[in-house]
Protein backbone atom coordinates (compact mmCIF):
# COMPACT_ATOMS: atom_id res chain seq x y z
CA UNK A 1 0.00 0.00 0.00
CA UNK A 2 1.59 3.65 -0.93
CA UNK A 3 0.11 6.02 1.66
CA UNK A 4 0.11 9.54 0.71
CA UNK A 5 3.19 11.49 2.24
CA UNK A 6 1.57 14.94 2.15
CA UNK A 7 -0.72 16.24 4.91
CA UNK A 8 -2.73 18.13 2.63
CA UNK A 9 -2.83 18.47 -1.33
CA UNK A 10 -1.98 21.12 -3.40
CA UNK A 11 -5.00 23.83 -3.50
CA UNK A 12 -7.39 22.19 -1.23
CA UNK A 13 -8.97 24.40 1.00
CA UNK A 14 -7.22 24.64 4.37
CA UNK A 15 -9.46 22.50 7.18
CA UNK A 16 -10.12 23.41 10.74
CA UNK A 17 -6.38 24.04 12.48
CA UNK A 18 -7.10 21.21 15.19
CA UNK A 19 -10.05 18.48 15.56
CA UNK A 20 -10.67 15.53 17.32
CA UNK A 21 -10.37 12.34 16.23
CA UNK A 22 -11.31 9.11 17.70
CA UNK A 23 -9.52 6.08 16.54
CA UNK A 24 -10.65 2.50 16.49
CA UNK A 25 -7.68 0.30 16.30
CA UNK A 26 -9.91 -3.23 16.70
CA UNK A 27 -12.64 -1.50 14.60
CA UNK A 28 -16.20 -2.57 16.55
CA UNK A 29 -14.82 -5.57 18.33
CA UNK A 30 -14.94 -5.63 21.87
CA UNK A 31 -14.53 -8.54 24.73
CA UNK A 32 -18.21 -7.00 25.90
CA UNK A 33 -21.49 -7.41 24.58
CA UNK A 34 -23.44 -4.41 26.38
CA UNK A 35 -26.89 -4.74 24.97
CA UNK A 36 -27.16 -1.26 24.52
CA UNK A 37 -24.41 -0.90 22.56
CA UNK A 38 -24.81 0.28 18.47
CA UNK A 39 -21.55 0.06 17.80
CA UNK A 40 -20.97 -4.03 18.01
CA UNK A 41 -22.67 -4.55 14.79
CA UNK A 42 -20.39 -2.34 12.80
CA UNK A 43 -18.73 -5.30 12.59
CA UNK A 44 -20.51 -6.03 9.53
CA UNK A 45 -19.06 -3.06 7.68
CA UNK A 46 -15.92 -5.34 7.24
CA UNK A 47 -16.67 -8.81 6.47
CA UNK A 48 -13.68 -11.47 6.65
CA UNK A 49 -11.44 -8.38 8.34
CA UNK A 50 -8.98 -9.22 11.45
CA UNK A 51 -9.78 -5.82 13.12
CA UNK A 52 -5.95 -5.41 13.76
CA UNK A 53 -4.93 -1.75 12.46
CA UNK A 54 -1.89 -2.79 10.53
CA UNK A 55 1.14 -0.75 11.97
CA UNK A 56 2.42 0.30 8.27
CA UNK A 57 -0.85 2.38 8.59
CA UNK A 58 -0.93 3.01 12.44
CA UNK A 59 2.63 5.11 11.52
CA UNK A 60 1.17 6.79 8.35
CA UNK A 61 -2.22 7.85 10.87
CA UNK A 62 -0.06 9.32 13.89
CA UNK A 63 2.02 11.42 11.20
CA UNK A 64 -1.00 12.62 9.25
CA UNK A 65 -3.03 13.62 12.49
CA UNK A 66 0.15 15.37 13.72
CA UNK A 67 0.92 16.72 10.17
CA UNK A 68 -2.72 17.72 10.07
CA UNK A 69 -3.06 19.73 13.16
CA UNK A 70 -1.30 23.51 12.72
CA UNK A 71 -1.77 24.17 16.23
CA UNK A 72 1.10 23.72 19.00
CA UNK A 73 -0.77 20.40 20.48
CA UNK A 74 -2.42 17.48 19.31
CA UNK A 75 -4.34 14.50 20.61
CA UNK A 76 -4.39 10.63 20.34
CA UNK A 77 -7.60 9.44 21.41
CA UNK A 78 -8.15 5.52 21.10
CA UNK A 79 -11.48 4.41 21.37
CA UNK A 80 -13.33 1.06 20.04
CA UNK A 81 -15.00 -1.42 20.34
CA UNK A 82 -12.67 -1.97 22.97
CA UNK A 83 -8.61 -0.66 22.62
CA UNK A 84 -6.73 -2.20 24.86
CA UNK A 85 -7.63 -5.99 22.88
CA UNK A 86 -4.48 -4.42 21.06
CA UNK A 87 -2.04 -5.43 23.58
CA UNK A 88 0.33 -2.87 25.25
CA UNK A 89 3.04 -3.00 22.50
CA UNK A 90 0.78 -1.90 19.35
CA UNK A 91 0.37 1.40 22.00
CA UNK A 92 4.05 1.27 22.85
CA UNK A 93 4.29 1.25 19.33
CA UNK A 94 2.10 4.56 18.91
CA UNK A 95 3.69 6.08 21.38
CA UNK A 96 7.65 5.56 19.12
CA UNK A 97 5.89 6.90 16.43
CA UNK A 98 4.42 9.49 17.81
CA UNK A 99 8.03 10.79 18.93
CA UNK A 100 9.27 9.86 15.51
CA UNK A 101 7.08 12.62 13.85
CA UNK A 102 5.92 15.27 16.46
CA UNK A 103 7.36 18.91 15.30
CA UNK A 104 9.63 20.67 17.78
CA UNK A 105 7.52 22.03 20.79
CA UNK A 106 4.59 20.07 19.79
CA UNK A 107 2.83 18.82 22.77
CA UNK A 108 0.86 15.78 22.67
CA UNK A 109 -1.88 14.19 24.50
CA UNK A 110 -2.85 10.47 24.99
CA UNK A 111 -6.60 9.48 25.75
CA UNK A 112 -8.20 5.98 25.40
CA UNK A 113 -11.51 4.86 26.28
CA UNK A 114 -12.38 1.56 27.54
CA UNK A 115 -14.39 -0.58 29.10
CA UNK A 116 -11.46 -0.88 31.80
CA UNK A 117 -11.86 -5.44 32.41
CA UNK A 118 -8.53 -6.08 30.28
CA UNK A 119 -5.90 -3.33 32.43
CA UNK A 120 -3.08 -5.09 34.02
CA UNK A 121 -0.45 -4.27 35.57
CA UNK A 122 1.63 -3.59 33.07
CA UNK A 123 -0.74 -1.16 30.68
CA UNK A 124 -1.94 0.34 33.82
CA UNK A 125 2.27 1.39 34.18
CA UNK A 126 2.53 2.16 30.74
CA UNK A 127 -0.41 4.41 30.82
CA UNK A 128 1.26 6.34 33.60
CA UNK A 129 4.70 6.37 32.11
CA UNK A 130 3.10 8.34 29.09
CA UNK A 131 0.80 10.52 31.13
CA UNK A 132 -2.34 9.16 29.34
CA UNK A 133 -6.47 10.22 30.08
CA UNK A 134 -8.43 6.83 30.63
CA UNK A 135 -11.71 7.05 30.00
CA UNK A 136 -13.44 3.89 32.19
CA UNK A 137 -16.78 2.96 31.12
CA UNK A 138 -19.44 2.31 33.93
CA UNK A 139 -22.79 2.87 34.39
CA UNK A 140 -23.65 2.91 37.95
CA UNK A 141 -23.07 0.65 41.53
CA UNK A 142 -22.98 -2.75 40.56
CA UNK A 143 -26.61 -3.73 39.65
CA UNK A 144 -27.17 -1.03 37.34
CA UNK A 145 -23.84 -1.31 35.42
CA UNK A 146 -24.90 -5.06 35.09
CA UNK A 147 -28.03 -4.48 34.18
CA UNK A 148 -26.09 -4.25 30.41
CA UNK A 149 -22.53 -4.28 30.45
CA UNK A 150 -22.49 -7.78 30.36
CA UNK A 151 -19.60 -9.85 28.73
CA UNK A 152 -19.86 -12.43 25.34
CA UNK A 153 -21.48 -14.91 27.82
CA UNK A 154 -23.76 -12.83 29.47
CA UNK A 155 -21.77 -12.41 32.64
CA UNK A 156 -21.65 -9.03 34.48
CA UNK A 157 -18.50 -7.32 34.40
CA UNK A 158 -19.03 -4.90 37.41
CA UNK A 159 -15.85 -6.58 39.23
CA UNK A 160 -13.72 -6.78 36.95
CA UNK A 161 -14.36 -2.94 35.54
CA UNK A 162 -13.62 -2.10 39.25
CA UNK A 163 -10.50 -4.23 39.38
CA UNK A 164 -9.58 -2.03 36.00
CA UNK A 165 -10.19 1.13 38.08
CA UNK A 166 -8.28 -0.15 40.94
CA UNK A 167 -5.22 -0.84 38.88
CA UNK A 168 -5.20 2.56 37.36
CA UNK A 169 -5.51 4.40 41.06
CA UNK A 170 -2.55 2.16 42.03
CA UNK A 171 -0.15 3.40 39.58
CA UNK A 172 -1.35 7.03 39.74
CA UNK A 173 -3.27 7.07 36.06
CA UNK A 174 -5.37 10.08 35.19
CA UNK A 175 -9.02 8.66 34.73
CA UNK A 176 -12.32 9.88 34.30
CA UNK A 177 -15.83 8.22 33.82
CA UNK A 178 -18.22 7.90 30.84
CA UNK A 179 -21.35 6.77 32.04
CA UNK A 180 -24.34 5.86 30.15
CA UNK A 181 -27.77 6.85 30.97
CA UNK A 182 -30.35 4.29 30.07
CA UNK A 183 -33.73 2.49 31.56
CA UNK A 184 -31.78 0.57 34.79
CA UNK A 185 -29.90 4.11 36.47
CA UNK A 186 -31.71 7.18 34.62
CA UNK A 187 -34.16 7.40 37.54
CA UNK A 188 -30.80 7.29 40.27
CA UNK A 189 -29.20 10.73 39.65
CA UNK A 190 -27.78 11.09 43.38
CA UNK A 191 -26.55 7.29 43.81
CA UNK A 192 -25.18 7.18 40.92
CA UNK A 193 -23.47 9.91 40.80
CA UNK A 194 -22.00 9.57 44.77
CA UNK A 195 -20.99 6.03 43.67
CA UNK A 196 -19.12 7.68 41.15
CA UNK A 197 -16.92 10.37 43.13
CA UNK A 198 -16.92 8.30 46.63
CA UNK A 199 -15.92 4.79 45.53
CA UNK A 200 -14.72 5.72 42.23
CA UNK A 201 -12.79 8.59 43.14
CA UNK A 202 -14.05 9.65 39.44
CA UNK A 203 -13.46 13.96 39.39
CA UNK A 204 -14.76 14.18 35.81
CA UNK A 205 -17.71 12.51 34.88
CA UNK A 206 -19.88 12.75 31.30
CA UNK A 207 -23.23 11.20 31.01
CA UNK A 208 -24.59 9.90 27.63
CA UNK A 209 -28.12 9.28 27.05
CA UNK A 210 -28.64 6.10 25.46
CA UNK A 211 -31.06 6.49 22.64
CA UNK A 212 -31.37 2.85 21.07
CA UNK A 213 -33.42 3.82 17.65
CA UNK A 214 -35.39 1.49 15.57
CA UNK A 215 -36.67 1.28 12.30
CA UNK A 216 -40.77 0.26 12.55
CA UNK A 217 -40.64 -2.52 10.45
CA UNK A 218 -37.40 -4.50 12.93
CA UNK A 219 -40.26 -4.57 15.43
CA UNK A 220 -42.24 -8.07 15.39
CA UNK A 221 -46.26 -6.64 15.18
CA UNK A 222 -48.75 -5.55 12.20
CA UNK A 223 -47.80 -1.28 12.48
CA UNK A 224 -51.45 -1.04 11.62
CA UNK A 225 -52.18 -3.05 15.84
CA UNK A 226 -50.05 -0.18 17.51
CA UNK A 227 -50.72 3.44 17.57
CA UNK A 228 -46.94 4.55 16.96
CA UNK A 229 -45.58 7.17 17.96
CA UNK A 230 -41.98 9.11 17.21
CA UNK A 231 -40.34 8.26 20.42
CA UNK A 232 -42.39 5.69 21.76
CA UNK A 233 -40.19 2.72 23.07
CA UNK A 234 -40.67 -0.77 22.35
CA UNK A 235 -39.25 -4.20 23.59
CA UNK A 236 -35.75 -4.22 21.50
CA UNK A 237 -35.77 -7.41 19.13
CA UNK A 238 -32.42 -8.27 20.20
CA UNK A 239 -29.96 -8.15 23.12
CA UNK A 240 -26.78 -9.71 21.69
CA UNK A 241 -24.24 -8.36 18.98
CA UNK A 242 -25.14 -11.78 17.58
CA UNK A 243 -28.53 -11.08 16.04
CA UNK A 244 -28.17 -7.24 15.90
CA UNK A 245 -28.69 -6.37 12.57
CA UNK A 246 -26.42 -3.08 11.39
CA UNK A 247 -26.88 -0.70 13.53
CA UNK A 248 -27.54 3.15 11.51
CA UNK A 249 -28.95 6.17 12.60
CA UNK A 250 -32.75 5.64 11.62
CA UNK A 251 -36.21 4.84 12.45
CA UNK A 252 -38.54 7.10 14.95
CA UNK A 253 -38.76 4.56 17.84
CA UNK A 254 -36.80 3.71 20.29
CA UNK A 255 -35.73 0.57 22.39
CA UNK A 256 -37.26 0.16 25.93
CA UNK A 257 -33.43 0.52 27.06
CA UNK A 258 -33.70 3.78 25.98
CA UNK A 259 -33.82 6.83 28.28
CA UNK A 260 -36.65 8.71 27.67
CA UNK A 261 -36.64 12.98 27.37
CA UNK A 262 -37.95 13.41 31.01
CA UNK A 263 -35.69 11.11 32.84
CA UNK A 264 -32.29 12.47 31.43
CA UNK A 265 -33.81 16.25 32.51
CA UNK A 266 -34.43 14.89 35.91
CA UNK A 267 -31.20 12.93 36.32
CA UNK A 268 -29.23 16.20 34.95
CA UNK A 269 -31.42 18.32 37.67
CA UNK A 270 -30.64 15.30 40.46
CA UNK A 271 -27.25 15.62 39.78
CA UNK A 272 -26.63 19.26 39.48
CA UNK A 273 -28.29 19.50 43.03
CA UNK A 274 -26.18 17.37 44.82
CA UNK A 275 -22.79 18.98 42.66
CA UNK A 276 -23.80 22.71 43.29
CA UNK A 277 -24.01 22.28 47.16
CA UNK A 278 -20.53 20.30 47.63
CA UNK A 279 -18.54 19.90 44.80
CA UNK A 280 -18.47 22.53 42.39
CA UNK A 281 -14.76 23.47 41.77
CA UNK A 282 -13.67 19.60 42.67
CA UNK A 283 -16.24 17.42 40.73
CA UNK A 284 -16.35 18.52 36.98
CA UNK A 285 -19.10 16.99 35.23
CA UNK A 286 -18.89 17.48 31.58
CA UNK A 287 -22.47 18.88 30.89
CA UNK A 288 -22.24 21.68 33.87
CA UNK A 289 -18.83 22.74 32.42
CA UNK A 290 -21.15 23.26 28.87
CA UNK A 291 -23.92 25.18 30.55
CA UNK A 292 -21.55 27.58 32.47
CA UNK A 293 -19.60 28.34 29.53
CA UNK A 294 -22.75 29.01 27.40
CA UNK A 295 -24.24 31.64 29.97
CA UNK A 296 -20.44 32.78 29.81
CA UNK A 297 -20.37 33.48 26.37
CA UNK A 298 -17.43 31.10 25.81
CA UNK A 299 -17.31 27.89 23.58
CA UNK A 300 -16.51 24.58 25.06
CA UNK A 301 -15.82 22.43 22.66
CA UNK A 302 -18.70 19.99 22.80
CA UNK A 303 -20.11 19.28 19.60
CA UNK A 304 -23.63 18.34 20.61
CA UNK A 305 -24.12 21.41 22.37
CA UNK A 306 -21.90 23.48 19.55
CA UNK A 307 -23.66 25.45 17.22
CA UNK A 308 -22.37 23.73 13.88
CA UNK A 309 -20.13 20.02 14.22
CA UNK A 310 -17.83 18.39 12.05
CA UNK A 311 -14.45 18.45 13.63
CA UNK A 312 -15.16 15.14 15.42
CA UNK A 313 -14.19 12.20 13.35
CA UNK A 314 -13.95 8.49 13.89
CA UNK A 315 -10.74 6.82 11.96
CA UNK A 316 -12.15 2.35 11.39
CA UNK A 317 -8.78 0.28 11.83
CA UNK A 318 -8.51 -0.05 8.06
CA UNK A 319 -7.72 3.70 7.47
CA UNK A 320 -11.72 5.08 6.60
CA UNK A 321 -12.15 8.48 7.69
CA UNK A 322 -16.26 8.61 9.18
CA UNK A 323 -17.81 11.96 9.44
CA UNK A 324 -18.48 10.72 13.17
CA UNK A 325 -18.15 8.34 15.62
CA UNK A 326 -22.09 7.98 15.36
CA UNK A 327 -22.11 7.58 11.71
CA UNK A 328 -19.53 5.40 10.59
CA UNK A 329 -22.13 4.28 8.08
CA UNK A 330 -21.05 3.76 4.19
CA UNK A 331 -22.76 7.50 3.36
CA UNK A 332 -20.31 9.35 5.68
CA UNK A 333 -17.29 7.49 4.79
CA UNK A 334 -15.14 10.25 3.63
CA UNK A 335 -12.18 8.15 2.68
CA UNK A 336 -9.46 6.30 3.25
CA UNK A 337 -6.46 7.60 4.37
CA UNK A 338 -4.53 5.24 2.85
CA UNK A 339 -5.59 6.92 -0.67
CA UNK A 340 -6.26 10.49 0.47
CA UNK A 341 -4.13 13.21 3.19
CA UNK A 342 -6.50 13.03 6.35
CA UNK A 343 -5.91 16.43 6.64
CA UNK A 344 -7.69 17.07 2.59
CA UNK A 345 -10.67 14.61 4.08
CA UNK A 346 -10.90 16.97 7.10
CA UNK A 347 -11.60 19.84 4.81
CA UNK A 348 -13.55 17.67 2.29
CA UNK A 349 -16.38 19.79 1.06
CA UNK A 350 -18.41 16.53 2.28
CA UNK A 351 -17.38 16.70 6.04
CA UNK A 352 -17.98 20.24 5.94
CA UNK A 353 -21.38 20.13 4.77
CA UNK A 354 -21.72 17.71 7.39
CA UNK A 355 -20.98 20.13 10.11
CA UNK A 356 -23.04 22.96 8.97
CA UNK A 357 -26.26 20.77 8.96
CA UNK A 358 -26.25 20.60 12.50
CA UNK A 359 -27.43 24.61 12.25
CA UNK A 360 -29.10 24.03 9.00
CA UNK A 361 -31.45 21.76 9.57
CA UNK A 362 -32.64 23.25 12.98
CA UNK A 363 -36.52 23.21 13.30
CA UNK A 364 -38.07 26.69 13.76
CA UNK A 365 -38.70 25.47 17.37
CA UNK A 366 -35.13 25.29 18.45
CA UNK A 367 -34.80 29.00 15.98
CA UNK A 368 -37.08 30.27 18.37
CA UNK A 369 -36.25 28.80 21.80
CA UNK A 370 -34.75 30.24 24.78
CA UNK A 371 -32.03 28.16 25.46
CA UNK A 372 -30.79 27.61 21.74
CA UNK A 373 -28.10 29.27 23.00
CA UNK A 374 -26.51 26.56 25.05
CA UNK A 375 -28.43 23.68 23.67
CA UNK A 376 -28.07 24.56 19.51
CA UNK A 377 -30.39 21.65 19.10
CA UNK A 378 -28.26 18.69 20.63
CA UNK A 379 -26.57 15.83 18.18
CA UNK A 380 -28.46 15.34 14.67
CA UNK A 381 -28.51 11.77 15.19
CA UNK A 382 -30.81 12.42 17.99
CA UNK A 383 -33.14 14.67 15.75
CA UNK A 384 -35.95 12.24 14.94
CA UNK A 385 -39.39 13.58 16.78
CA UNK A 386 -41.73 16.48 15.60
CA UNK A 387 -42.03 20.07 16.74
CA UNK A 388 -45.43 20.63 18.63
CA UNK A 389 -46.58 22.16 15.09
CA UNK A 390 -45.74 19.15 13.09
CA UNK A 391 -42.14 20.08 11.75
CA UNK A 392 -39.77 17.54 11.56
CA UNK A 393 -36.03 17.56 13.39
CA UNK A 394 -36.60 18.14 16.70
CA UNK A 395 -34.27 16.41 19.15
CA UNK A 396 -35.87 13.27 21.24
CA UNK A 397 -34.50 14.85 24.10
CA UNK A 398 -35.51 18.52 23.46
CA UNK A 399 -37.96 18.27 26.69
CA UNK A 400 -34.97 17.39 29.15
CA UNK A 401 -32.63 19.85 27.31
CA UNK A 402 -35.38 22.35 28.17
CA UNK A 403 -35.88 21.33 31.42
CA UNK A 404 -32.58 21.31 32.45
CA UNK A 405 -30.92 24.73 30.83
CA UNK A 406 -33.74 26.59 33.09
CA UNK A 407 -33.44 24.67 35.92
CA UNK A 408 -29.76 25.99 35.85
CA UNK A 409 -30.22 29.38 34.38
CA UNK A 410 -30.08 31.17 38.01
CA UNK A 411 -27.44 29.44 39.40
CA UNK A 412 -25.37 29.67 35.95
CA UNK A 413 -25.89 33.10 35.61
CA UNK A 414 -25.00 33.56 39.43
CA UNK A 415 -21.84 30.87 38.72
CA UNK A 416 -21.25 33.46 35.44
CA UNK A 417 -20.99 37.01 37.18
CA UNK A 418 -18.77 35.74 39.91
CA UNK A 419 -16.29 34.68 37.00
CA UNK A 420 -16.51 38.06 35.50
CA UNK A 421 -15.68 39.31 38.77
CA UNK A 422 -12.72 37.45 38.99
CA UNK A 423 -13.97 35.20 41.77
CA UNK A 424 -14.57 31.29 42.13
CA UNK A 425 -17.72 29.68 41.10
CA UNK A 426 -17.61 27.95 43.74
CA UNK A 427 -18.55 30.57 46.35
CA UNK A 428 -22.11 29.50 45.06
CA UNK A 429 -22.24 26.99 47.34
CA UNK A 430 -21.80 29.27 50.44
CA UNK A 431 -25.47 30.77 49.24
CA UNK A 432 -27.02 27.41 48.58
CA UNK A 433 -26.28 26.33 52.04
CA UNK A 434 -27.81 29.29 53.55
CA UNK A 435 -30.77 29.26 51.16
CA UNK A 436 -30.96 25.63 52.60
CA UNK A 437 -30.79 26.59 56.28
CA UNK A 438 -33.60 29.00 55.65
CA UNK A 439 -35.82 27.14 54.09
CA UNK A 440 -35.31 24.06 57.08
CA UNK A 441 -35.98 26.52 59.14
CA UNK A 442 -39.49 27.58 57.50
CA UNK A 443 -40.37 24.11 56.87
CA UNK A 444 -39.94 23.54 61.03
CA UNK A 445 -42.26 26.07 61.64
CA UNK A 446 -45.06 24.73 59.17
CA UNK A 447 -47.09 21.67 59.51
CA UNK A 448 -45.54 18.22 57.77
CA UNK A 449 -48.87 18.60 54.90
CA UNK A 450 -48.56 21.82 54.06
CA UNK A 451 -46.74 22.92 50.87
CA UNK A 452 -43.10 23.10 51.52
CA UNK A 453 -41.84 26.92 51.39
CA UNK A 454 -39.54 26.18 48.89
CA UNK A 455 -41.83 25.55 46.05
CA UNK A 456 -41.52 22.44 45.15
CA UNK A 457 -45.29 21.80 45.38
CA UNK A 458 -44.22 19.05 47.59
CA UNK A 459 -45.40 18.60 51.18
CA UNK A 460 -43.26 19.58 53.75
CA UNK A 461 -43.08 16.02 54.98
CA UNK A 462 -41.93 15.11 51.51
CA UNK A 463 -39.25 17.80 50.90
CA UNK A 464 -37.42 20.65 53.31
CA UNK A 465 -39.38 19.33 56.73
CA UNK A 466 -38.14 15.43 55.77
CA UNK A 467 -35.95 14.04 58.36
S1 LIG B 1 -23.24 14.29 14.63
FE1 LIG B 1 -23.55 14.60 16.85
S2 LIG B 1 -21.87 13.46 17.87
FE2 LIG B 1 -21.36 13.68 15.67
S3 LIG B 1 -20.05 15.52 15.57
FE3 LIG B 1 -22.20 16.18 15.17
S4 LIG B 1 -23.06 16.74 17.18
FE4 LIG B 1 -21.17 15.56 17.54
S1 LIG C 1 -34.25 22.80 24.13
FE1 LIG C 1 -35.43 21.77 22.51
S2 LIG C 1 -36.33 23.47 21.30
FE2 LIG C 1 -34.63 24.32 22.53
S3 LIG C 1 -32.86 24.25 21.16
FE3 LIG C 1 -32.85 22.38 22.44
S4 LIG C 1 -33.87 20.82 21.22
FE4 LIG C 1 -34.40 22.82 20.32
Known sequence: ???????????????????????????????????????????????????????????????????????????????????????????????????????????????????????????????????????ISIDGPRAMHDAYRVDKGGAPTFDRVMRGLELLRKHGVEYNALTTLHHANADHPVEVYRFLRDDCGVRFMQFIPIIERLPAPSIDVPLEDLELAPGLAVRAPWTSWRDRPLYRQEGELVTDRSITAEQYGAFLVGVFEEWVRRDVGEVYVQMFDVALAAWYGEPH?????????????????????????????????????????????????????FGLAKRETLPRHCRECDVRFACHGGCPKDRFIRTPDGEAGLNYLCAGYKAFFHHVDGPMRAMSELLRRGRAPAELMARYAAEDVRLRDAAARAGRNDLCPCGSGRKVKQCHGRT
Open 301 to 353: GLCIHSETCGSALALEHTGDLYSCDHFVEEAHRLGNITETPLAELVASEQQRA
Open 1 to 135: MTIPATGRAGGAAPGPPAFHLLAKPTGATCNLDCAYCFFLSKEMLYPGSRFRMADELLEAYIRQLIEAHRVPEVTIAWQGGEPTLMGVDFFRRSVAYVEKHRRPGMRVEYTIQTNGTLIDDELAAFFREHDFLVG
